[in-house]
């Protein structure tokens, strides 16, 4: 466990406290995304997601996998700092930063009993291989409301324009 931040668990510490929610007859949730600039939007999702089982994980992109999906300019916040604003958050029960583009080892490590995504994906554009591992661990995919209107990339864009950026 990190000092700094309580709730920033390694995969191996992550996977303990899954083995400890199971045994006492508890459900997982997975969510994964990067969480650049914290936003309603993102508030939204997560409150969905922590109320379809008993605890929440939240895995993040590293900032190398935000540069390799995003571009050299993000991200925005290195990975403590966005660890730490969603450790903050009482929906939020652990954090895990991931260093690949894709979180196929870490769904086949925690085996959640549910994977949950905002509406803007749907099962066909989800990546497959990353699927392909929730079958493999039964995982339930689940999709929570997108709340419209909210997205970090148009936040950027309108702080760039107000010579924010």
Known sequence: MNPRNPKLFTLPEAVAARDDLRRAGKRLVLTNGVFDLLHQGHLHSLRAARALGDALVVAINSDASVRALKGPSRPVQDEETRAAALGALPEVDGVVIFREQRLTKEIRALRPDVYCKSGDYTVDTLNQEERRAL????????????????????IIEKMKAMGQL
């Not at 079958?135 to 148009?154: H, M, N, Q, Y």
């Open 135 to 154: 079958d493999e661990v039964g995982a339930r995919i689940e999709f929570v409301p997108f709340l419209p209107g909210f997205s970090t990339t148009s």
